[in-house]
């Protein structure tokens, strides 16, 4: 292994680069592969594992840290370092680690129910600090591993082990939520589109800070084609909106288009009615993130309809990590840190 180099890769210029030509291969482990048959899981798997190789790291400085669930399984199945955490904590635990080892790459992998249930807070805090963790976030819209249960991006009516006469929950939108957390980084993909998943997650790790991608994962046991009309070859390009950088913002099939209306909401119209020119470019770059927050709301729960997938976000800011460790440096050269003295504060007193 060589020293640390810079890959091109700004969030990565710390972690030490690999002389070794790797494959996905490289990044697949001895381990049977435990998801149902049919499972979105799979395709997620392949195109990380494919995907992997074009960071050029050694595989002993990245980390894969999960909580509980299907989708937490994944640290077994990567041929890296990785941990099997606990309910809800992965990016708690992923953030101490980013923030005392920045030679290693730092990914997290959670489900709708571990991160936006028991692991709110620790999300919303992670994003808002931006710590330089990649976290994926499998969305089925159900609880998989206990067999079923509502989760809270289930649709509001949905018939479940645990909401028999229908959920009564309004369903959290991920990418709304990351928004509002003020996340630097927030993209949403689908799981059988290996194209645009590697895409995306390329654009992730090129990030300097929390970069939080939405995966849309189908639970073909529990909640079988939630996404399905994204699938469907003969609908997709009629319900979704492919965010790209600098260009207009239109369905795929290119009948629709976004525009901001006179109030400063967003409306979507036909592009033949008004002229290509009159459609709103993206622009993710933009550090006022009311526009994206704008186009999170867009697609309805329901049919799916007007679903923007994609880059919403990536604004430069500073990581929480590299302040800390700047500031662990200059208290270290003005000869402070004493841990004793910390401890002990100006309001101990000793008993005789």
């Given at each position: 292994m060589s020293e640390a180099v810079d890959l091109g890769f700004p969030s990565l210029n710390l972690v030490p680069k690999t002389d070794v030509k790797q494959s996905a291969k490289d990044f697949k482990t001895d381990q049977e592969v435990r998801w149902c048959p049919g499972c979105g899981d799979y395709a997620i798997l392949a195109g990380v594992?494919?995907?992997?190789?074009?960071?050029?790291?050694?595989?002993?400085?990245?980390?894969?840290?999960?909580?509980?669930?299907?989708?937490?399984?994944?640290?077994?199945?990567?041929?890296?370092?990785?941990?099997?955490?606990?309910?809800?904590?992965?990016?708690?635990?992923?953030?101490g680690l980013a923030m005392t080892r920045p030679d290693l790459s730092?990914?997290?992998?959670?489900?709708?129910?571990?991160?936006?249930?028991?692991?709110?807070?620790?999300?919303?805090h992670a994003l808002r600090r931006n710590v330089n963790l990649k976290i994926l976030l499998f969305n089925n819209?159900?609880?998989?591993?206990?067999?079923?249960?509502?989760?809270?991006?289930?649709?509001?009516?949905?018939?479940?082990?645990?909401?028999?006469?229908?959920?009564?929950?309004?369903?959290?939108n991920p990418v709304s939520l990351a928004l509002g957390a003020e996340a630097s980084f927030v993209a949403r993909t689908i799981d059988s589109d290996r194209k645009h998943l590697t895409e995306t997650l390329r654009a992730a790790a090129l990030h300097q800070g929390t970069a939080l991608v939405e995966i849309y994962q189908n639970c073909n046991i529990f909640n079988d084609g939630a996404w399905d009309p994204l699938k469907d070859s003969d609908h997709r390009d009629s319900l979704t909106f492919r965010l790209v950088d600098g260009q207009p913002i239109t369905l795929v099939d290119g009948s629709r288009g976004v525009i901001r209306e006179s109030n400063g909401s967003l409306g979507i119209v036909e592009v033949a009615d008004v002229g290509i020119d009159a459609i709103l470019v993206h622009d993710a770059h933009n550090p006022d993130p009311s526009v994206a927050f704008a186009l999170s709301r867009l697609s309805d729960s329901m049919t799916l309809a007007n679903t923007p997938i994609g880059v919403f976000r990536d604004v430069a800011r500073p990581s929480y990590d590299s302040a800390f460790q700047s500031q662990l440096a200059l208290a270290q050269e003005a000869g402070r840190g004493d841990l004793a003295a910390l401890l002990a504060g100006s309001d101990t007193w000793e008993i005789a």
């Open positions: 594992q494919s995907f992997m190789p074009e960071l050029g790291l050694a595989k002993e400085n990245v980390v894969w840290i999960s909580g509980i669930g299907c989708s937490s399984r994944f640290p077994y199945y990567m041929n890296t370092f990785g941990m099997h955490s606990i309910h809800g904590r992965a990016p708690a635990i992923a953030s730092v990914w997290v992998v959670t489900g709708d129910g571990d991160a936006l249930s028991i692991g709110g807070n620790h999300l919303i819209r159900i609880y998989g591993l206990t067999k079923g249960q509502y989760s809270p991006t289930s649709e509001v009516g949905k018939v479940t082990k645990s909401t028999p006469m229908g959920s009564l929950d309004y369903p959290f």
